[in-house]
């Protein structure tokens, strides 16, 4: 069967911009346009669902998005009681728990349909999604183990939280970041620094006290805490949902800013770099941070180390043969070779990226994981 | 008038924008200082649009903080190549906090790399920091001052020079400098502690007396300084100082007081960050009087009160005082500034000299606001977005 | 001759009749010194808590005279000119002198103080009188100020017509009934807390709705105690529910049966160091004053702002 007849189909957020930007590539290719199955109906209704898919087509999922009811209805099927108001954190650990059923489920579903093709297993998506499931299997991979960050796996009871993050703090020289175990993008990430007893936290947080009630939102302000009164009030909400720590690593700069990149690995080929360039510790994109010119950062830091980056980030993704494409997240240090972080299996959306000619979406369309496999 | 030059300038960009109008068609020439920049022209139905449309950009670009390129703040002065009080400015806008210096006084500023030549002519004004562990500030201010760019110098920026340890002082730097002054002969401007969050909190810095930079300095324009904690002026004296910028989470009242008894017959811009309690501001507003009484800076022209506490109390006594009549701008911004406050800037006089004023980030409400607008000054009332409704600024993270 | 401010200091204290001239502040507070001989000029001079009598006029300070609680101060100089002068508490002080010059004048708990100057100039800055018990007008001259501070002037019932005052003023306590025309949309305080005209001034039409729908408890303290507690309490139509004796007096839980809502559920008590009648809400479950005021004790009140840089 032709590339050109095969039929798509996208789990994923119908009303999102990455479904439509999708659809519109593929449109451009000539591909019959995608049709979208609405995470909210697989959750709600089960795997049956995806019967509806063509024999013999290709089924990319895409991110769950964030609308309200679709994260209410993971947490449900993650066993959780507490659904979070628009931007707060909370239930992390049980929006998890039902992303990763439901991933099973999928999973169950597509060997019984060894006819659809999957841009990405289930399996390496619930890997991905899992801060720690990743850690452990960079740390499998000795020779990658090397090239991440000090990283720890941080208790989910408060005391024995504080009791090993306080040791790891120290270890890494005063300045760590803490994330949680589940978020994405820059959900939670907090920088915390210890120096001369004092302590200090960055984060896009905003606390929201009401009634004794500790609340914690998502804020595209990026805040700087000293109290430690603040300090343990973050903690004690982000700490039960899950939470891993890696030393701050004293980034390269471009223009007096902090910089670090996202490599969208596809089939094999790491040409999609972003230099994620920020004046905050936090670098994610969406928080107003600038994507730095990669011609300005070769200059700045010289072409061989992001040559260096992008050879990190292939052998990452090497780690998750199942996946067509990831978006992997590389630190590059003002000395020394370069760090990954974490792979994101949606971390693939960043319209406008151009390489070699092509989008994201016109590179991950023009490849498949068939024709993938068969070079392994 | 149917042409008009406005140039901006802050910790992060300097620029140009000039329009002209002829018949019914407009042409906007804007860019960075310094550049051709790039032109725009737009035609209209008729010249009556074409001037409206003209004047409207125009107020557009003075409420964002343009002035004009021959205005008093603007211009060079008599000397020819002094700087022009615009470049004294520090940062504008909240946001920019958490952001290290792109310029200082109106040049480019660069990290230091001692394996690359320094640019010749003063165009670029390093920064020479300490970051993380690398304890990279006086080893590469001291290779600087060894090239003969640094005699061409005028301005320097003195990052954070602590590193690791977030206690270190600036004595060290400050003795360098002083050391050294004579190979930095040029020297106008001077930014001790261009430090971020990130690098050092702002109350966690440790700051010292700066006197010895004025006495060994005869030729300094500019001090700009960031960081309360022992920072101190104890001889404030200075026959050609034109601008002092103090950033800080909370200035001692004994620092406020020095400010209030200095010699700075110069002086045209000054900008006391006084900020709260909690971080060492212990001073009031009776501390501010001499300033207040015009008496001591007969050549100010900017007066930043900012990043206060007690914004109101301020806002009520200033409106009375001698020196509002004479100054051109007053800035506020970035403090808990109220109603209360508000409504006493009413009474601001609209019949001296007093062109721009400043509220940004501030906690008024719409009423006071609209009050605010009618005044016939131009007022900066924006506050950043995370101080509008909450839910706009919470964002919900999307699965990746 | 030229000295530092310490050298200054002490040789204010050791009595030296030499003349001292500087650059800064001295600093006499808390010391037993009983006058000055010399003749100072100085920036700020802080004599608080001092047995001084009588400041010379051979001392000349340009900006803070600080002679806060000098409880022997009866006399100042003619002519005193300073940028601010502060004689807080000073229980004997009975006026203030002529041709007296300062922006800002801080005079609270002057039980004493009832003379104003003939002439004088105090103007630009801020003037308290607070719980000045014996003044029983203001000045013709005063003014224009910040900030105007009379609360606790129980004997003074009107201000002169034309005074400006750009900031609030604080008139809680005090028996001024109105404000003259100039001060009509001056922001108004009752013993520091902001509170609209009407609370101010027509504390009769007040009613328990509004108290009840006030979320800000300081403000909702002041609006109890203008239209009377008893009034409110019965108005209301509270019920005790609970009471007992603490520190501040007699305690009342009381319960407030609303339509359409759940039942309010407070605690009527005495602050007892300062002797006010609070009316704190508690959780509708709670059943004695003991479990309120535990609740209480363990609820932080939100802070009104958030410094802007949290540096």
Request: hydrophobic share 40%.
């Amino acid at each position: 069967m032709s590339f050109r007849q095969q039929a798509h189909w996208i789990l994923g957020d119908p009303q999102s911009r990455r479904v439509s930007d999708y659809r519109e590539t593929a449109l451009q290719f000539g591909l019959p346009a995608p049709r979208c199955i609405d995470w909210i109906d697989v959750i709600k209704e089960g795997a049956d669902l995806l019967n509806c898919i063509s024999v013999d087509s290709r089924l990319r999922i895409d991110s769950f998005g964030q609308r309200t009811d679709v994260i209410a209805a993971l947490i449900s099927h993650g066993d959780g009681l507490e659904f979070p108001q628009v931007g707060q954190i909370l239930s992390l650990d049980h929006q998890y728990s039902g992303l990763s059923r439901i991933l099973r489920v999928l999973n169950d579903w597509s060997i019984s349909r060894p006819d659809v093709e999957l841009d990405q297993q289930p399996s390496e998506i619930e890997v991905m999604f899992d801060k720690w499931a990743t850690h452990r299997r960079f740390a499998t991979h000795g020779e990658l183990r090397s090239h991440r960050p000090q990283t720890t796996l941080l208790p989910i009871e408060p005391s024995a939280f504080w009791d090993s993050l306080q040791p790891f703090v120290q270890s890494c020289g005063g300045r760590v970041f803490v994330k949680p175990r589940y978020a994405s993008s820059a959900s939670g990430v907090c920088y915390f620094r210890v120096c001369n007893g004092r302590q200090q936290l960055i984060a896009p947080i905003e606390i929201d006290r009401n009634l004794g009630r500790v609340r914690l939102f998502n804020s595209l302000l990026v805040r700087s805490y000293t109290s430690p009164r603040d300090i343990q009030d973050i903690f004690s909400v982000l700490a039960p949902q899950g939470m891993i720590a890696e030393a701050a690593v004293n980034k390269a700069r471009v223009d007096g800013d902090r910089f670090d990149f996202r490599v969208v690995v596809i089939n094999g080929k790491a040409d999609h770099v972003v230099a994620r360039q920020s004046t905050s510790p936090i670098t994610n994109l969406h928080l107003g941070n600038a994507r730095a010119s990669l011609h300005r950062v070769e200059e700045a830091v010289g072409a061989d180390r992001v040559q260096d980056c992008r050879q990190l980030a292939l052998r990452a993704a090497d780690l998750f043969p199942g996946a067509l494409y990831c978006g992997v997240d590389i630190l590059l240090p003002r000395t020394g070779s370069p760090l990954v972080c974490e792979v994101n299996a949606f971390g693939d959306f960043l319209p406008g990226l151009i390489a070699d000619g092509r989008s994201v979406y016109q590179a991950i369309l023009n490849s498949s994981r068939r024709c993938r496999e068969a070079l392994f | 008038m149917n042409r008009r030059e406005l140039v901006f300038m802050d910790s992060t960009s300097n620029k140009f924008w000039n329009i002209e109008l002829a018949g019914d068609s407009r042409t906007v020439t804007y860019g960075r200082a310094g550049t051709e920049g790039q032109s725009k022209t737009k035609s209209f139905a008729g010249e009556e649009a074409a001037k409206k449309d003209f004047a409207k950009l125009i107020a557009e670009k003075m409420k964002k903080g343009y002035v004009d390129a021959d205005s008093a703040t603007a211009s060079t002065g008599d000397a020819g190549d002094a700087l022009p009080v615009l470049a004294f400015r520090s940062i504008l806008k909240h946001e920019d906090i958490s952001h290290n210096a792109k310029t200082f006084i109106g040049k480019r500023v660069a990290d230091y790399d001692p394996e690359k030549k320094p640019a010749a002519g003063g165009k670029t004004v390093y920064r020479f920091r300490s970051d993380y562990d690398e304890a990279n500030c006086i080893p590469h201010l001291t290779h600087f001052l060894e090239t003969n760019a640094a005699a061409e110098a005028i301005g320097i920026v003195i990052g954070n020079w602590a590193g690791e340890d977030s206690d270190g002082d600036p004595c060290e730097v400050i003795k360098l400098l002083c050391d050294k002054c004579d190979r930095l002969s040029s020297l106008k401007a001077i930014y001790l502690g261009d430090i971020v969050s990130e690098e050092n909190e702002m109350s966690w810095i440790h700051q010292a007396d700066v006197t010895p930079l004025l006495e060994a300095f005869p030729k300094l324009e500019l001090l700009r300084t960031r960081g309360g904690t022992d920072l101190a002026i104890s001889q404030p004296k200075h026959a050609s100082l034109r601008g002092l910028v103090c950033e800080s989470g909370g200035l001692s009242a004994e620092f406020v007081r020095s400010i209030g008894r200095a010699k700075f017959p110069a002086l045209e811009h000054l900008e006391l960050w006084l900020g709260t309690e909690e971080y060492g501001g212990d001073s009031t507003v009776e501390d501010l009087q001499p300033i207040l009484s015009g008496e001591l800076f007969p050549n100010l022209k900017y007066l930043g009160l900012r990043n206060c506490e007690f914004a109101d109390d301020i806002a009520a006594v200033i409106v009375n005082s001698p020196l509002v009549k004479r100054i051109e701008t007053l800035d506020l911004s970035l403090s808990v500034l109220t109603d209360e406050g508000g409504r006493a800037l009413l009474s601001l006089p609209t019949d001296g000299l007093l062109k721009h004023v400043s509220l940004h980030y501030n906690f008024l409400t719409g009423e006071v606001t609209k009050l605010l607008n009618k005044l016939p000054i131009k007022l900066d009332l924006s506050k950043p977005s995370h101080m509008e409704e909450d839910d706009e600024w919470r964002f919900v993270a999307v699965g990746e | 001759m030229s000295m530092t401010p310490n050298q200054a200091r002490d040789h204010i204290l050791a009595g030296s009749s030499e003349a001292i001239r500087i650059d800064g502040s001295i600093d006499l507070s808390g010391t037993d010194l009983k006058e000055i001989s010399c003749s100072v000029s100085c920036n700020d001079l802080n004599l608080s808590g001092t047995s001084i009598q009588e400041l010379s006029s051979k001392v000349k300070v340009r900006s803070r005279l600080n002679l806060d609680h000098c409880k022997k101060l009866e006399r100042l100089p003619a002519g005193l000119t300073c940028g601010s002068l502060s004689v807080r508490g000073c229980t004997f002080l009975e006026r203030l002198p002529e041709h007296l010059t300062t922006w800002f004048l801080n005079a609270s708990d002057c039980p004493r103080l009832s003379e104003w100057p003939q002439e004088a100039a105090i103007r630009n800055g801020n003037v308290s009188l607070r719980n000045c018990l014996e003044i029983r007008s203001l000045p013709d001259w005063l003014g224009p100020l910040g900030q105007l501070d009379l609360a606790g002037c129980v004997n003074l019932h009107r201000l002169p017509e034309g005074l400006r005052v750009t900031g609030w003023i604080d008139i809680g306590g005090s028996s001024v009934l109105s404000l003259p025309q100039s001060l009509q949309n001056a922001p108004l305080r009752w013993r520091s807390v902001r509170v609209t005209h009407e609370i101010a001034f027509e504390p009769e039409k007040i009613t328990s709705k509004q108290v009840l729908a006030e979320k800000n408890a300081e403000l909702r303290r002041v609006m109890i105690e203008r239209m009377g507690y008893l009034k409110f309490s019965e108005e209301v139509g509270a019920k005790e529910i609970d009471q007992d004796t603490d520190a501040g007096g007699k305690r009342q839980l009381l319960i407030i049966e609303l339509n359409e809502d759940e039942p309010l559920v407070g605690l009527a008590c005495r602050c007892p160091s300062t002797n006010r009648q609070y009316f704190l809400r508690v959780p509708p479950e709670t059943k004695t004053c003991h479990q309120a005021a535990a609740w209480i004790a363990g609820f932080d009140d939100p802070e009104l702002y958030q410094p802007m840089i949290e540096t």
